[in-house]
């Protein structure tokens, strides 16, 4: 294998002691081979030979802002289009590559470019390729009318759905006031409705024909392979495809906003929001990257300038967010806050442009801006580790490519960030947070002709021979204080992973209120008796590491991800964390207001307005799951709580003999133990409680609960049954029922509502693990005026998977194969192996459950499946939980035969109805 950024990682551990390292971007490179074919096609090749998968990553060097005005949303729904198969290949995009094992499968549009990528195993390299360029260039024929309104209603949805959401309007609002009308960027990327309807085929054809041909695109494949192999294969593939037209780049054009403005509008959200933007320079430009830096100063981390003044200190703010919003040819750099209830928005406004007014007055200090380079070298060099994906060293590539035509120039970048000085970023925000410029660019076109075509595309290329997947050898120990231990060795990688488990979770709320467990646990790393919670944030940015702690249903957790070079560093602050835990009384009020507006926002949140309800009436209130599933708990439950009920939580179930540590990466377990067994060594054994779990009684089923939310443009609808704890039915056989029903794109439920009937963006199916009775859910949110006939089609779904239609061969020989094909990928990263030691110690699995995984699925049968589907789908014990606009829509839900109905609060009380008035003797 090539130099690669392990080694780099070592020498960078090497430079001095980690709290003065410095990062130097001289020393960050990752190599690839770069080839130009004779369309005009630009290939780039990554070798990483650490798994036997490779990441197929294709860019379209076209965007929202190549549409013209009244012809918006075209380039995103091309995105959506080019899944919808080719010529060549007459099925849905998704169907081909769960088939074969892909896994991180997405495309995405923006102002300037289109992607579409995928992680394979390298034995199915031939056919991504021979799909990718199919659909560059053999895609017109099968984009006809029905085609066209059915993505379009997609679409559609995506739109509803986004728009749906607090703060929904946002981008949109935004986008108008900053830039004038005709610009570019003057209209958002999804489009406006009514340019969505007008659209014809011809437009999407003429769309097509004018930025989809080779030259307006770079591929950048990553893995298991050798460059001239890939070459070879995409001359193959890609080389008859015509070049397209020419392509006239737009010139830089940064508007002036000359003038302050104002302008409100009015969600249904919780809080008050401040947002201010600023017109910037282009992506790519040295004073874009400084506004990077700026946007760290401000509110990345704990210490940032306006999450320590409005959320830490004064307290007024329950989110602050800074970032530099970068396009092609102008920027927008953005900053907002969310306002607590009942305090005063312009004081948050008034403080927050104070702020930044002091960082363009003085500048940062020498320590604030070290802090943010070295978080940001540490973010770049951990999207390093993966080969695909967002941030992965395929869309580095791409990226770079496609903007500056040199994949190499994310160098230049980090360069940047490396000479940025305080002068350097002062002088940038006092120049742009007041104006703008512009500047204009011409390049002379290329030449380019195409090579002769040879490849048979009347199916697609066999499938290589796959490569097995591996899941690391574990070993295994225990400290003396009763702690155990689970490391999953991986020699090479960068990054340390570790999850120090405790059996808790929300559960243990049943021995005292509900929302504790999440409280306690958010407490635990806002300070020790060390260090503030301010410090611990800045050595995690020193460090390159994240910490987190928290809770899920059964276990509470804490959880840090490092670099292997700070590992002993970060192991030190990971036990002060978990050993000395303040429970300051002033981090406790404010992380308990945070928690009470978090239940808030929960309450005016279509989805978690259902799941804060689902589990009162899934389980029955006296239930050790009955609580919020969320685990946030209840506003007056959360009021009464006192920093004594954080304490005694800790002291109840933070024992080393109630723990287990699972831990990936480039460690030698004897030296783990020693080093473990000095950091805990004063950790005390303890009496841990049990909690005992009896059988879940609501006697209630085909019941619908129904919470009104007026004005509401979908109705969310989650609907469920309990199903047999962990272990008692064949969890593979219901990993693989779910994915036909539910579980996957190409699902019987998503490709209904979305696919056929056009109701919904995505329609879901899945089972909310835990260790004991576990919800079996089915989930959609739908257009309002198909609420009722979207209950009839799920309930259509359930009714005949255990009766006409169950699942058929075919079905399970195709998620069989996408889930082992898929393993490969799914262990990339350390972090994704501990996930899985994770599943293990939480649901007791066998030590070698993940080496036999591939096995067992691939000797489940048909008998299998249709057994566990019996056990977990049973439609006569579905209750429905509907999140919408009760005036709109309970007219129809009352005819479809419900045992009963009942409105509920979001805290799911019965709403109360007005009592008729009875007249009395004397009444007129």
Known sequence: MKKSVFALLLLIGCMGTTLAQTFKSQDINIEYERYVLPNGLRLLVHEDHKAPIVAVNVWYHVGSKNEKPGKSGFAH?????????????????????????????????????????????????????????????????????????????VVQNEKRQGENQPYGMQWDYLTKAMYPKGHPYSWTVIGEMEDLDAATVDDVHEWFKSYYGAANAVIAIAGDIEPDDVYQRVLKYFGDIPAGQTVERQEVNIPVHARDSYQVYEDRVPESRILFAW???????????????????????????????????????????????????????????????????????????????????????????????????????????????????SDILASNETYFGDASYYKTVLKYVEEATVADVQATAKEWLNQGKHVLVCNPFPDYTVSEGTVDRSSLPPLGEPKSSKFPDLQKAELSNGMKIILAQRKGVPTVAMNLMFDAGYKSDYLSKAGTASLAMNLMDEGTKNMSTLEISEKLQMLGASLNTGSDTDISSVSMTTLKPTLDESLDLFSDVVLNPAFAENEFERLKQEQLNNIKREKSQPVPMALRVMNKFLYGENHPYSSPYTGTGYENTVTELSREDMVDFYQTWIKPNNATLVITGDVEMAELKSKLEAAFKNWKKGDVPSIKFTKPETGTKNTLYLMDRPESQQSVIIAGNLIDKYGDISEIAREQMINILGGEFTSRINMNLREDKHWAYGAFGLVLNAEHERPFLVYAPVQTDKSA????????????????????????????????????????????????????????????????????????????????????????????????????????????????????????????????????????
Do not use: C
């Open 789 to 924: 006939e979207s209950i009839q089609e799920l309930k259509k779904e359930l009714t005949q998977f255990i009766g006409d239609k169950p699942a058929t061969e075919e079905e399970l020989e195709k998620v069989k194969n996408n889930q082992v094909m898929a393993l490969p990928g799914q262990w990339e990263t350390n972090s994704a192996v501990n996930g899985s030691l994770y599943n293990m110690v939480k649901y007791n699995l066998p030590e070698d459950y993940y080496q036999k995984y591939d096995a067992n699925v691939r000797n489940l049968n048909l008998s299998d499946v249709k057994k566990v589907s019996e056990q977990v789908v049973q439609p006569e014990n579905v209750n429905w939980f509907v999140v919408g606009d009760k005036s709109k829509i309970i007219d129809k839900l009352e005819s479809l035969g419900f045992d009963q109905i009942v409105e509920i609060d979001t805290d799911g009380n019965p709403v109360k109805k007005e009592m008729p008035k009875i007249p009395q003797e004397g009444d007129k």
């Open 279 to 393: 017109n910037t320079p282009q992506f790519g430009d040295r004073e874009d990257i400084h506004f990077d830096l700026i946007s760290a100063l401000l509110s990345s981390g704990k210490s940032s300038r306006l999450y320590k003044r409005l959320v830490y200190e004064d307290q007024l703010a329950s989110q602050v967010q800074a970032f530099q919003a970068s396009s092609e040819i102008a920027s927008r750099f953005i900053t907002y806050a969310n306002v607590r209830p009942g305090e005063d928005v312009q004081e948050v406004r008034r403080i927050m442009l104070e702020e930044i007014e002091r960082l363009v007055n003085e500048g940062p200090t020498e320590a604030e801006l070290k802090r943010v380079k070295a978080a940001y070298f540490a973010n770049f060099i951990k999207g390093m580790e993966r080969i695909g994906g967002f941030g992965g060293v």
């Open 77 to 153: 729904l091309f995105e959506h289009l080019m899944f919808n198969g080719s010529e060549n290949f007459d099925d849905d995009y998704f169907q081909a590559i769960e088939r074969i094992g892909g896994t991180d499968v997405n495309g995405t549009t923006n102002t300037d470019r289109t992607n579409y990528f995928q992680n394979v195993p390298v034995a199915a390299l031939d056919q991504v390729l021979f799909l990718e360029s199919d659909r560059m260039g053999h895609l017109l024929g099968v984009i006809d009318q029905e085609v066209l309104d059915e993505q379009r209603g």
